[in-house]
């Protein structure tokens, strides 16, 4: 898990929430986390802005009647190719980055907190 992850997770376990603000996703969190967020800022910072990114898309293409889920793919990302991210083309063992991921749950309203309690929060990943 990377720090930046591992310090959303802690936030939002703190009481922590991801609300939208129009397009944007904010993060609000507790006080005693605000120290650890900010050092981990410009991964939260990454997080969050995929996820208002991946949350257009997905709004694109509910509004034109399709079913099933969007890839949700940066704009900028290569063509996908085995060991790397679907989605933003980074380094990656799996299907996305844990960047990513966490990004396309925000985006889907996905619990973080439920999820992250089944995830270690070791430096490991
Ligand atoms: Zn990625």
């Known amino acids: 898990m990377t720090p ?3 310090s959303l997770i802690l936030a939002l ?3 922590g929430s991801v609300k939208w603000d129009g397009a944007r996703p904010r993060l609000l969190a507790p006080r ?3 120290q650890a967020l900010l050092e981990a800022g410009d991964e939260i910072r990454m997080i969050l802005d995929r996820a208002r990114v991946f949350r257009r898309q997905f709004a694109e293409w509910t509004a034109t009647d399709r079913t099933s889920i969007p ?3 940066l704009t900028e990302a290569p063509e996908p190719r085995a060991g790397f991210c679907v989605s933003c083309g980074g380094p990656s063992s799996g299907w996305r980055c844990a960047i990513c991921l966490t990004a396309v749950l925000i985006t889907l309203g996905c ?3 439920q999820l992250g ?3 270690p929060l070791g430096p490991s990943d």
Do not use: C, I, K, N
């Open 13 to 15: 376990r703190a009481g």
């Open 32 to 34: 005693s986390q605000h």
């Open 117 to 119: 309690q089944r995830l």
């Open 111 to 113: 619990d973080l907190v």
């Open 4 to 6: 930046g992850l591992m």
């Open 71 to 73: 890839l949700l793919v």
